[in-house]
């Protein structure tokens, strides 16, 4: 035998001793090597990134699609003991990848059939294990009731577990905050395979899963989530500008009023090249009313947007949340239940937070940026409202007060290349440099969900101290950071979750 060989052996045979159920029963397979004809398409079914296609690191050892907790606590147990790491994937929209390339031995967790809703009105909460989507789940929502929705966010295939752990920006931040605002409970298998909920995992570690990744923690398997009202008719409006129709001047006056409007309106904009012809400015918006009170109100906060009935539509809420994935009119619901991103292709991103209004000059510099490149995007989305009501600390997510809007920067490409990846990649950095003097700073904030390794990564020798994680920890977390590394210690204490960007044990108590 081969020590590869008898590291697959030695693993199924932990599996079989330590899962309920069995490895090999016709229709519930869940143990799946690198021979099983399912290994290749499993592996690439939900890696959203294509860009890590021909990458270097290694291949999963195995890939597990456990059917129930015991396989999942198998899993944990007999990773340990073999030395491997895990990686826990729930709908693969990892902007690094993380959740399904490493560069050590490793087995992915693919929580693909752990994806069950059950919705009770009653109680207007919802239990969704994290393999579900976000469109899975406002599908399911809608089947139940026309007047609740949940406060996520925006493309129906992002998976519900890495999502809720990271945070969760949608359409209805303003009002209701992130999804991890609206989570009441939750079920975690942690290092020593317990299952745990809210109050056998206690407020530390429960706080930790709401934003600080739950990767670092261990694998969450179910959340409870608070359903929020949604009034039975919503209105949305696209209004397409272009630079020539003095776009960068409506880019500019948002600024001053986007965070400010009432906690019903968001409108945010999307900066584009696509055809690499002319820029678009999209001004996006979903207001939780009907058209009749929205147009007036934006016409009284926001009249250079010479906002129209005729730019409006009113709709369901679920209707809604197809129109922001950028399906047609008349699109049946059941689109959303389409577990593939609607337009998959290499990509890179980074983030910011904005405080104060960035000036018209700089603004034009962004534009210009724009037109060297295409298939960039910069997606600018209001906060205030709730964001605002809500604590830095209250969640490992800190950027709530004071910050007028979020940016992600995003370029995509077909040809995966290495020389064609590193140009635009190049160009996103210099795009994200050119930023740094208009952006928060001290530190230069970011949203993990938006996950940049070139913040800082740690090192592969499991060693990384808080002070070295602090260079990118700070960036996503603030003063949260200390705490989820206090946290990490008391549940993690041999760091066995662990990624380029996992939270480090705090080896000493400052
Ligand atoms: P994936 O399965 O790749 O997991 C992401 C991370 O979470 C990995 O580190 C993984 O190990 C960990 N993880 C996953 N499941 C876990 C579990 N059950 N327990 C513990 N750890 C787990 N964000 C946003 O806020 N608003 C938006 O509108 C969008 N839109 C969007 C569109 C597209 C096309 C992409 C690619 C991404 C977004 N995102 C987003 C970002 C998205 O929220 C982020 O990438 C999430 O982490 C994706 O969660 P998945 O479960 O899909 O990813």
Redesign the pocket.
């Known amino acids: 035998l081969t020590t590869c060989d008898a590291i697959h052996e030695d693993f199924v045979q932990c599996m079989t001793m330590h899962s309920s159920s069995c490895i090999k029963a016709s229709e519930y397979i869940y143990l799946h090597t690198p021979t099983s004809p399912s290994y290749a398409s499993l592996l690439q079914a ?1 890696q ?2 294509p860009r890590w296609l021909n990458s270097t690191d290694s291949s999963p050892l195995f890939i597990i699609t456990p059917y129930t907790e015991s396989e999942i606590q198998a899993s944990i147990l007999c990773s340990r003991r073999q030395g491997i790491q895990v ?9 690094e ?4 390339r490493c560069s050590a031995p490793f087995i992915i967790v693919d ?1 693909i059939y752990l994806r069950s809703i059950s919705i009770d009105l009653d109680d207007e909460t919802a239990w969704v294990q ?2 579900a ?1 976000l469109g899975e789940l406002y599908y399911s929502i809608a089947q139940k009731s026309r007047i609740h929705g949940f406060a ?4 129906p ?7 809720f ?6 359409t209805m931040l303003r009002k209701h905050g ?2 991890a605002d609206n989570i009441a409970d939750a079920y ?1 298998i942690d290092v020593y395979g317990r299952i745990l909920d809210r109050e056998t995992m206690g407020e530390d570690l429960f706080w930790a ?1 709401r934003g600080g ?3 670092s ?5 179910s959340w409870k989530i608070k359903l929020v009202r949604v009034p039975p008719i919503v209105a949305v409006f696209n209004i397409d500008t272009r630079l020539e129709e003095g776009a960068i001047k409506l880019v500019h006056r948002w600024q001053y009023v986007a965070d400010k409007l009432p906690k019903d309106l968001f409108i945010r904009i999307v900066i584009q090249n696509i055809a690499g012809e002319s820029i678009q400015v999209l001004f996006n918006s979903l207001f939780l009313g009907r058209i009749d009170e929205l147009i007036p109100l934006v016409n009284k906060s926001f009249p250079e947007l010479g906002l129209k009935a005729e730019n409006c539509s009113e709709m369901t809420w679920i209707e809604s949340t197809l129109y922001f994935a950028g399906y047609p009119k008349g699109q049946p619901s059941d689109a959303l239940l389409n577990r593939t ?1 609607l337009y998959k292709s290499s ?1 890179k991103a980074k983030s910011d937070f904005v405080k104060e209004p960035i000036p018209e000059r700089v603004l034009k510099g962004i534009l210009e940026w724009f037109s060297d490149e295409k298939l960039v995007f910069m997606i600018m989305e209001p906060f205030g409202g709730r964001m605002s009501d809500i604590s830095e600390s209250q969640l490992p997510f800190p950027h709530r007060k004071g910050n007028l809007y979020n940016i992600q920067y995003l370029v995509k490409w077909e040809d995966n290349g290495i020389r064609s990846s590193n140009k635009h990649i190049h160009w996103i950095r210099m795009l994200y440099k050119y930023m740094r003097p208009h952006v928060s700073h001290s530190p230069r904030a970011a ?5 940049d390794l070139d913040l800082g990564i740690n090192q592969q020798s499991n060693n990384t101290s808080y002070s070295q994680a602090k260079v990118w920890g700070k960036k996503y977390f603030k003063g949260n950071f200390m705490r989820l590394a206090l946290v990490k210690r008391k549940v993690d204490p041999k760091n066995f979750f662990q ?1 380029e960007q996992s939270i480090p044990l705090l080896s000493t108590p400052k």
Do not use: E, M, P, W
């Open positions: 939900s959203q990134n990686r826990v994937r729930s709908g693969g929209h990892d902007y990848g993380l959740s399904y929580l994290s393999g989507t996520a966010g925006i493309c295939s992002v998976g519900v577990g890495g999502h752990s990271g945070g969760g920006i949608g992130l999804a975690l899963i990744g739950g990767a923690f261990g694998i969450v398997v991103t990509f949203y993990l969900n938006y996950k990624n």
